[in-house]
């Protein structure tokens, strides 16, 4: 099943996460269809802590990839703030 969810980068203490397209099978921070945005929870700035292509999210929703709990919320906070 192909899955959105958070990929950790960065470095420690200092998260960032990548919004990914990948296989449920597959690690947390490994191999991964597509990068389709990324969230920096330490970010203070509302429009540099999250980016989001709802274009490809749009796409990959269609073709039934299922979003984590987090990406999710993530998802539908991002159509607030753009």
Known sequence: MVRI???RGGCK???FYYIVVTDSRNSRDGRF?????FFNPVELDIKKRLRVNLDR???W???????SDRVFVLIKWSKNVY
Request: charged fraction near 25%; charge should be positive; glycine fraction near 10%.
């Open 5 to 7: 969810r958070l990929a």
């Open 13 to 15: 203490k200092s998260p």
């Open 33 to 37: 269809i597509e990068r389709i945005g």
């Open 57 to 59: 999210v749009r796409y």
């Open 61 to 67: 929703l269609s073709n039934g990839a299922q979003p």
